[in-house]
């Protein structure tokens, strides 16, 4: 698409919200288009939007939940399947409200109530962008839940436990850079949404924001200022790092983050990226936490996976345990290690794990898959003295979680 059609497109969704560009003309047409399409990637959007091997924000995409599959819809602007009749208002209602143009909620699966909190001129420049998008024809069931989770009426009632309405308000006791980036963690990045814990009915758990959640056979780490489980003893220049590149000193993202990385964050702005990295490192995490005492050298869990270790670890991660840095992700005094939840490290020992490509790091090593020459229990094993080594402490891993997560990866 030219710049010209670009800028009559956007002019179209200017004229149905004056108020939210006003004064835009001409270049400054082409300009929010571009603002919106950063802000897309801000919130990455294609990712979900997009199915495998399909086109770029026509939906499709399988989102598994603890009650059943949602199918993510198409937003390119076909009429017919799409967002195509959509006016800006519209849009803004589904960002703001999590109520579609039809009239009925949205599923916390869309991320509403942590866009609730951008801006009605954001939210106007994004739909600005995706009226350039080229339609494309894909006509979606959303709403695949079994009975009564299908029974959208349900909704409203979870949206008065779940969700709270309204845009972003900046702390004034804050500087500038730290409410851009809680800005950016709260809302379009609705990082919430995946590191949060949930209650039983799948809203957040405000009181333990950002310290961590288990979906899809993944644990999203805690990233609070915890500087044993969290990311407390990392610095603004390593969450940056790790942002950009999907590796820093301490760690190598992998699985959905490796993802993110890939297709949202490395594409931020560094300003950005130095925002969200100086909101992290303070937005109230715990710092006091209490330490398991670590499991004895002696125990005979940590004797045997001490065996395992040096046999099939230690070629790359070290005797230490420190790694190699950007190639090896290091073991020692390590976050996700420590973390209370072992799900993600039984699963790269099962299923192994590559991390992410970007432009900065363009070729990454892999993980190779262990499920078949280590037993349920010589993983618990080796785990368990990966978790209590070099520093480490945390919960022996039982053979039983080596089980119940093999099992659900072979389903």
């Known amino acids: 698409m030219s710049r010209l059609e670009i800028a009559l497109v956007a002019l179209t969704a200017m004229c149905a919200a004056p108020a939210a560009f006003a004064q835009s003309s001409g270049d400054a047409m082409f300009d929010v288009v571009e603002r919106g399409r950063y802000l897309a990637t801000l919130g990455d959007c294609a990712a979900c939007h997009t199915a495998p091997g ?80 080229q339609p494309f024809s894909n006509s979606v069931e959303a709403n695949q839940l079994p009975f009564p989770f299908n029974q959208r009426w349900t909704l409203g009632g979870w949206n008065m436990i779940n969700f ?58 805690d990233i609070t200022s915890d500087p044993h489980k969290g990311i407390g003893r990392w610095s603004e220049d390593d969450i940056v790092a790790y942002l950009k590149t999907g590796a820093n000193q301490f760690d190598m ?43 004895a050298q002696s125990d005979p869990a940590m004797k045997a996976g001490a065996a395992i270790f040096s046999d099939r670890c230690q070629g790359c991660h070290i005797t230490s345990g420190a790694g190699i840095p950007r190639l090896f992700p290091r073991l020692a005094n390590a976050p996700l290690v420590n973390a209370d939840d072992p799900t993600s490290l039984i699963r790269v020992v099962l299923a192994g794990s590559r991390p992410g490509a970007t432009d900065a790091v363009s070729t990454s090593p892999g993980m190779p898959s262990f499920a ?40």
């Open 253 to 295: 993202a992998s699985g959905p983050m490796a993802e993110v990385v890939e297709k949202s964050t490395q594409h931020f702005e560094d300003a950005d990226l130095k925002a969200i990295a100086v909101y992290l490192k303070d937005s109230g995490g715990k710092t006091d936490t209490a330490v398991p005492t670590p499991i």
């Open 164 to 221: 709270t309405q309204g845009a972003y308000k900046p702390d004034p006791q804050k500087s500038g850079e730290w409410n851009r980036g809680a800005y950016l963690v709260e809302g379009l990045g609705h990082c919430g949404t995946c590191h949060t814990p949930k209650n039983v009915i799948g809203g957040d758990k405000n009181s333990q924001w950002l310290e961590g959640f288990v979906l899809q056979n993944w644990n999203a780490p």
């Open 372 to 411: 078949w020459n280590l037993s349920d229990a010589d993983v618990a094993n080796v785990l368990t003295y990966v978790r209590n080594s070099w520093g480490n402490s945390a919960p022996a891993v039982t053979q039983n979680d080596v089980s119940t997560l093999r099992k659900n990866l072979e389903e």
């Open 54 to 133: 399909g086109k770029p924000y026509a939906g499709g995409l399988t989102i598994e939940t603890p009650f059943g599959n949602l199918v993510t819809p198409n937003i390119t602007p076909d009429a017919d399947t799409g967002i195509g009749k959509y006016t800006v208002q519209d849009f803004q209602r589904v960002m703001s409200e999590g109520i579609n143009k039809g009239g009925y909620h949205l599923y916390g699966a869309m991320p509403f109530t942590a866009y609730t909190k951008v801006t009605a001129e954001d939210n106007a420049a994004i739909f600005a962008y995706l009226q350039t998008l």
